[in-house]
C-alpha cells in the first residue's frame, strides 16, 4: 500500500492500492471499534473502496470531527506520540524521581555533616511538626530547605512519605558511612607508618563497658597526629578481652600489627 489520498478537510490520510486500484483505512482497520461503526461497513477495512463514481464516500467515510474514524485516528496519533507513551512518561518520572532523590540525600547528607563536623546532638525531645524546636538535624534541614528553594521542592512535605530522608535510621546510615570513610582516610593517611594506640576504658550511662581508641602517628609532613578510630563495646576489662578486641579491631580497618608501636592502657 502506499499514501495517495488525501482528506483534506480533516487532514486524515487513506491508503491507496496500486494493485487493487482500491481505497483502505489503515487507522480504521487498527482501531476502529467494531465492524458497521460507520457507514460503509468494511468497505475501507477489508474489502477496499473501488466506486470511484461516487468519491465523495471517501470524505463521507471521514465524516466530522467525532466520526468513528477520526477518532479511530486520534488513537493512532496518540499511539505514535512519543510523550503519550506509557514507557516514555513512566522512565521521564523515574528520571525525575532520581533527580528529585539525589537532592534530597545531598540536603540530609550536608546537615549531618555540618553536625558532626560541630559535635551537636541530632536528635530532638519533640521532633513532631507542631514541636517548637525538633531538633538539630530538623531544624538545620528545615533552614537549608528556607534558603534553597530545590531543596524545599523535594524535602519535608514535598516529598513521598516513605522517602523523607530524615528519619532517625538514615540519620545513623549516614553517619555510619560518614565513619567508614573518615576512618578509611585515616588508615590511608598512616599508611605504613608505625602508630601507636590511646585506649581508655569505661561504663556508659547503661553501665556498658566501652573502650574508646585513638590512633597516635606521625604523618608524612612529620606532624604528630591523633584520631579517634572508634568505640568498641567490650564485655569485660580483662587483659585478654581487651587484647582480642583490638585484634579485631586491626582486622577490621586493616591495620598492620608489625607497625604497631605501642600501647598505653
Ligand atoms: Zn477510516
Redesign the pocket.
Known sequence: MEKKCDQAKYS?W?EYSVTQNAVY?????LF?PYVGA?G?GET??SVGFENWGHKEKLNQ??GGFKS???Q??SKCKDLLNNKQRVDVAFAKHLTQSSIDYDIRLDASIDCIRFLLRQGLAFRGHDESETSANRGNFIELLQFLADHNQSIKDVTFNNSPLNLKLTSPDIQKDIVHAAAIETTKLIINDIGECFFSLLVDESRDISIKEQMSVVLRYVDVEGRVIERFLGIEHVPNTTAITLKETLDNLFSRHGLSISSFARTRL
Not at 483505512?25 to 482497520?29: A, D, Q, T
Open positions: 486524515t487513506l483505512c489503515l487507522y480504521c482497520y476502529k460507520q460503509g475501507f477495512v467515510h471521514v468513528v474514524h477520526n479511530a485516528w
